[in-house]
């Protein structure tokens, strides 16, 4: 079966689901988006993913079309038109269609899409044994630039901090800030492990408040693990017991090599294997 994409209320097979070449989505990267999972055919943190999605609409004075309500039974609707019971799901709201030039609000109304399909960022060998990680030249985007928060369309900033991996021959990606302090990956927020504390960079080092970042968090609190938000350095990360990312895509992911050298023992810890099995443990549940 070809899969079918959503485009403001019709679904059209992959190949015939097309936008204009004068949507601001595409000219200039007004939009917002959210990337979000299916699990056993439960869309695992659905309202807040929906809610983070209007929030940033509402960032940009963008209105969206639909109800929040709406809007999820557009998603479940596209998950059962593709058949699908666990999938990756990008839901897209762009500027809509308008004139060139930067004004916003020459733009008759919002477009949403939603793609159902699967994403594998990693193999399985490297949530087994680790991923190597360098501390790229590429710094985050400037939060009062643009506010981390607002997942927007335009992920440039990330991209070339991706090729520089790439190029590298690395896995992944750290971003500092414009301090020299650690924000997160190029896709990912990220955690250290030390004397048995659990550290994440504060929001203030210009970091997505990432909804998988808030799971592990809490799941980690309720093992009795002390968490705490901490502005981290690269030596902080070199030293560190464990460090792991975190994303709706990349789930929990262990890093056990960063520039070169060995994070501890080399080999993913037992505080980040054992939050993993707790995340995919609570995947499995049923949810909302």
Known sequence: ?????????????????????????????????????CYNGNVFRFSEHIDRLYDSARAISMKIQLTKDELKDAVINTLKANNLKNSYIRLIVTRGVGKLGLNPFNCSKSQIIIITDFIQLYSKELYE??????IVATIRNHSNALNPNIKSLNYLNNILAKIECINA???????????????????????????NEVLTPPT??????????????????????????????????????ECFLTGTAAEIIPVVNLDGRKIASGKPGKVTLSLLKKYQELTTQSSE
């Open 169 to 195: 021959g690395a896995t992944e990606g750290i971003m500092l800030n414009k301090d020299g302090y650690v924000a997160e990956g190029t896709g990912d927020n990220i955690f250290i492990v030390k004397n």
């Open 1 to 37: 079966m070809e899969p079918k994409v959503y485009i403001n209320g019709k679904l059209y097979p992959k190949d015939e689901a097309k936008i204009s070449v004068f949507d601001h989505g595409l000219l200039y990267g007004d939009g917002v988006f959210e990337g979000i999972r």
């Open 204 to 241: 203030s080092a210009g970091i997505l408040i990432g909804i998988t970042r808030n799971v592990v968090m809490e799941l980690a609190k309720e093992a009795g693990m002390t968490v705490r938000e901490e502005q981290l350095t690269r030596n902080d990360l070199y030293n560190a017991d």
């Open 129 to 134: 044994k680790g991923l190597n990680a360098i």
